[in-house]
């Protein structure tokens, strides 16, 4: 397993971080005890959870399943969804952040967490008051990083600029969607994130299930599968020419005899930004296999077919204003040296 610092931070990661969106939701506590020895024993230090991930069960059956080996890895939650029927049981309120935390710390079994995401965008509370509360966490020692997920480009230099000029503790993360199918964040999201130094620690890296190997090109649902159950791959978010993409990656896995699965992680795994990949699995089998995707790399032909076929055309202004330095720089009379 390879391990990666997370952005300018000092923390180090392994490249596949291990989400538990599943525990509690086709996971049962036994199975998530196995899938989360399966994971340390490949060298995984990395594990992405979510207080809303089946109400509070995902937190609680991984902090059970790690146990006295807490120390040894780096836990990821979050604070939004709901968590009660008030009015102040969701959002990103400071009265809701502060209840968020100390129930996270309890059902996990732990006094700190390692990175605290912000989960979604929270259009009715000030960036300040977020920030602050989260800032206050840090200088208590009750989380170590603070990150956001989800965010716009410009809400996220909005808050970095107000962490800088109000001396409040940075975000060292963001997390995104991003996968072959799904690549909108290069427009501006990577900018922002490679100019600030913040690690991208990527989720749906096999699209939900799209490119897992299980689908073809014009397949939607598979019984047994997520899709069946109605909460796997977001299409309305895929690249226009999905079904290609597709396409090319089983043509590339065949290519190289790997599972289309592996092929699609390694993928993101070696675009410059990622820090880390979240894969989910239901079971300890299924876990070992997506894992598989550390500690190699494409071959250049194969990866540049990939790159290819999944690229996005760029979009205004930058798709106007991309081929500007060479224009300028063409414009330049240097000036003839003296015969």
């Not at 480009?153 to 109000?166: N, T, Y």
């Not at 969607?177 to 620690?201: F, N, T």
């Not at 820090?275 to 299924?286: K, L, P």
């Amino acid at each position: 397993m390879d391990y990666r610092r997370l952005g300018h931070s000092g923390l180090k990661v392994s490249e596949i971080c291990v989400g538990t969106m599943t525990f509690g939701h086709g996971t049962d506590a036994a199975e998530a005890d196995r899938m989360v020895g399966t994971a340390l024993d490949a060298g995984v230090n990395f594990f992405d959870t979510a207080d809303g991930y089946s109400n509070g069960a995902s937190e609680t059956m991984l902090g059970t399943a790690l146990g006295s080996r807490r120390r040894d890895v780096v836990i990821a939650t979050k604070v939004f969804n709901a968590m009660g029927p008030g009015p102040n049981d969701s959002g990103m309120s400071r009265a809701h952040i502060m209840t968020a935390v100390e129930d996270s710390l309890r059902r996990l079994g732990t006094d700190y967490i390692d990175l605290y995401f912000i989960h979604h965008v929270d259009i009715q509370t000030p960036l300040e008051e977020m920030l602050r509360a989260f800032d206050d966490l840090v200088r208590q020692g009750k989380v170590r990083y603070t990150a956001c997920s989800n965010y716009e480009a410009w809400r996220l230099m909005e808050a970095m600029w107000l962490s800088d000029s109000k001396g409040l503790v940075r975000f060292s993360a963001y997390q995104p969607q991003y996968s072959l199918v799904v690549r909108d964040i290069e427009e501006e999201l990577v900018p922002v994130c490679e100019l600030k130094g913040l690690g991208m620690v990527v989720w749906s890296p096999l699209a939900g299930g799209y490119l897992s190997g299980k689908y073809r090109p014009g397949q939607a649902s598979l019984q047994g599968a997520r899709s069946a159950e109605g909460w796997a791959f977001p299409k309305q978010y895929f690249h226009p020419e999905h079904e290609a993409v597709l396409t090319e990656l089983h043509a590339v896995a065949d290519a190289l005899g790997e599972s289309a699965a592996r092929v699609a992680i390694r993928w993101v795994l070696e675009q410059k930004m990622v820090a880390s990949a979240i894969v989910g699995a239901r079971n300890a089998e299924q876990l070992r296999g997506t894992m598989a995707a550390g500690g190699w790399k494409l071959p250049p032909d194969m990866l540049a077919r990939l790159n290819k076929v999944s690229a996005q055309p760029h979009r205004y202004p930058r798709a106007m204003e991309e081929t500007m330095a060479g224009r300028r720089n063409s414009a330049v009379k240097m000036p003839r040296a003296p015969d």
